[in-house]
Every structure is written in structure tokens, then in C-alpha cells.
């Protein structure tokens, strides 16, 4: 059964910084497309960042130059480096898996920034 779990949320306060860490539980990681996702109160789920099994990343517009998407594919990890962050940037932040045309998510974790 794959299994996601987040690791690294919490209270920062504006301009601060958190290191977000995704484990998964899955023999062929390194195949597979990784991204982080976050939901804010009142609005729909949206892609923050992802990483292709090749190293390729993109970025929401409103993220570029502040966050930073990594994976080991030795350690079955991904990564999100969150810095210079803002208080738009609350929400609970998810880590995604594409695998075979399905979605596999991990159970979130809240940041919260304060102004």
C-alpha cells in the first residue's frame, strides 16, 4: 500500500522560512512524479510545485524565487523549501504522487504565516 506523509509544517511568522518533507512508502519512487499541492480556507486544492521522475520542476507563479522542489530517490523523499514566506501562503500543503494515471496523497500539513 503507498503511503505519503508529510513532515515540517507549522507557525512562522512573515519573511521566515520552513523545510516541508514527504516520505513515501513505494518501491518505484524514483519513476514516479512528485509535487506539492495546498488548500487554504475557502479555496480550491492548487499546485505549488513538482518534480518529474527526471529532475524537471515547475513552479506556481506565486511561488517562483521564494519555494524549492527536491527529491532523493535514495531516501524515497521530497522536499519543499519554503522561504521568504508570506501570509498568502497559509494553507495546508499536501504532497502528491502520480503513478500509472492515479493520484496518491499524503494527510497534509498545516503552515501558517503570520503577518
Known amino acids: 500500500q503507498v503511503q505519503l506523509v508529510e513532515s515540517g509544517g507549522g507557525l512562522v511568522q512573515a519573511g521566515g522560512f520552513l523545510r516541508l518533507s514527504c516520505a513515501v512508502s513505494?518501491?518505484?519512487?524514483?519513476?514516479?512524479?512528485m509535487g506539492w499541492y495546498r488548500q487554504a480556507p475557502g479555496k480550491q486544492r492548487e499546485l505549488v510545485a513538482a518534480?518529474?521522475?527526471?529532475?524537471?520542476?515547475i513552479y506556481a507563479d506565486s511561488v517562483k524565487g521564494r519555494f524549492t522542489i527536491s527529491r532523493d530517490n535514495a531516501k524515497f523523499t521530497v522536499d519543499l523549501q519554503m522561504n521568504s514566506l508570506e501570509p498568502e501562503d497559509t494553507a495546508v500543503y499536501y504532497c502528491?504522487?502520480?503513478?500509472?494515471?492515479?493520484?496518491?496523497w499524503g494527510q497534509g500539513t498545516q503552515v501558517t504565516v503570520s503577518s
Open positions: 513505494e518501491s518505484f519512487f524514483s519513476f514516479n512524479a
Open positions: 502528491n504522487m502520480k503513478k500509472l494515471g492515479a493520484d496518491y
Open positions: 518534480i518529474s521522475s527526471g529532475g524537471r520542476t
